[in-house]
DNA sequence: TCCTCTAGCACCTTTGAAGAGA
DNA sequence: ATCTCTTCAAAGGTGCTAGAGG
């Protein structure tokens, strides 16, 4: 499916992004607040609707940390990536799913270090209200959306309220949860509206909002899960050889002389027993986009049942 | 002085085009 | 002519750091 960005419809709802698609073409009326519409009304718990947090136990061990997500001008990919399963739709219905980030509280916050960690640090700045992040592949069937896992990994967050390409805008030192709505919508091409069919938050998601990372052991569980961080994780090691070495030289060398101190770190992060193992197989990959839900559609019909378990019931909003 | 934010850096992975070979 | 595999460069991703600004 190809989306226009900029000019793809003539509303004032759509973003604009490279790969964000038109709200129009999508057939949904975004609910965001930030746009001028009336919300849809979200309907009736659905029975057996289900969505689970894929990469759950990923996200579990960064709250157990306290997860941060850098928030830049340009703005910055999430990781952990936001990556669910959905079972229980109509595989022939068209939904579109949707993702923003709800502010958990009306506090800011700072990070104190040490054993005090985040505190909270007076009341929270106005915030703007949520944007929307619209899935690429939406609209598409309830068949296609539960076939595989999907991942928002394309979902970027920035501090940038003048932001026009489609990315969640957060404040910084404010702590966040994502929600995930899917929403039940009409033809492609149509601009009438559609409703909410059901929305969820995942508490594990729960993450501050920061420009720089201020827990280090957070900072070295990302480089330590995060593949695009290797480079990071090699640099730490090849500088930390490259300074043992300079020491060897230069103790040898300046014997009598002071004992020059390694440079100083804004916040020393490294310590030989944190590196880790790097993992190294890859995260799911989902990133690629699906466009033959048509084919399968037809083979869904007769497969996949509910798939049990501990997920959470779409039909519950757990607003904070 | 402290806190927050930004730009630039070096390094890595991902992606897609181009070419070779079966 | 078509398909598969390999190679390579560009694009885009990462955290870290210094320095600016409130």
Known sequence: MAYGGSGCCSCSHCFGGEDHPCCHEAGITVLSPLWPLPPPPILEPQVGVLARLENRELWEKFCSVGTEMIVTKSGRRMFPEFCISISGLDPFA????????????????????????????????????????????????????????????????????????????????????????????????????????????????????????????????????????KGIKDFRKQKRREKMKKNDLERSELEDEEEERPPEYKKPKYSPENTGAGREEMLLDTKSPDTGWEERLHETEKAEQVRGGEENCLGVPSLP
């Not at 992040?133 to 076939?147: I, N, Q, T, V």
């Not at 030192?173 to 039940?184: D, Q, S």
């Open 94 to 229: 068209l939904y579109a799913l949707t993702v923003e980030a709800l502010p958990t509280d009306s506090f800011r916050y700072r990070w104190r270090g040490g054993a005090e960690g985040w505190q909270q640090n007076g009341k929270a700045e106005t915030q703007l209200p949520a944007r929307l992040y619209l899935h690429p592949e939406s609209p598409a069937p309830g068949g296609h959306w539960m076939y595989r896992p999907i991942s928002f990994s394309k979902l970027k967050v920035t501090n940038s309220m003048l932001d026009q390409s489609g990315h969640l805008i957060l404040c910084s030192m404010h702590k966040y949860r994502l929600r995930l709505c899917i929403v039940l919508t009409v033809q492609p091409g149509s601009c009438t509206t559609s409703t909410t069919f059901s929305a969820t938050t995942f508490p594990e998601t729960t993450f501050i909002a920061v420009t720089s990372y201020q827990n280090e052991k957070l900072s070295q569980l990302k480089i330590e899960e995060n593949p695009f961080a």
